[in-house]
């Protein structure tokens, strides 16, 4: 995990090559990628008996489902509300508090994106 990631297409032509017993020089040569990648992606195909990356840590949610479908309904009965009220209102419901960018980022991935109205 040095640099940027291979793709899928070049570790299954990797590994193809290899279980053709071609050597890792060749294959190196033959799909322009470094030799130790090769090494490193045919290590991980004997281990694993695949080339998938393992799925990574990250920062845990700092809400649950069941507070981002809160945080939707809320949003969903009136519209006007803006980011900062929704998030008061949430924190009195649900008891947690959260930023308003938060609050932003799961209305996003509920698909309600935030809008100005057009001046008429």
Known sequence: PRGKP????????????RKEGISYG??????????????DVWKKYLKSGSTDDKPRTGRPSSTTSRQDRVLTRMSL????????????AWKETCDISVSTSTVK?????????????RRK
């Open 26 to 39: 060749c294959i190196a040569k033959k799909i322009k990628v470094p030799k130790s990648t090769v090494i």
């Open 105 to 117: 980022s799961r209305l996003a991935s509920a698909g309600l994106n935030g809008r100005i109205a």
């Open 6 to 17: 291979t793709s899928d297409f070049l570790k299954g032509q990797i590994v193809i090559l």
């Open 77 to 88: 009965q009136d519209r006007y509300l803006t980011a900062p009220q929704l998030r008061l």
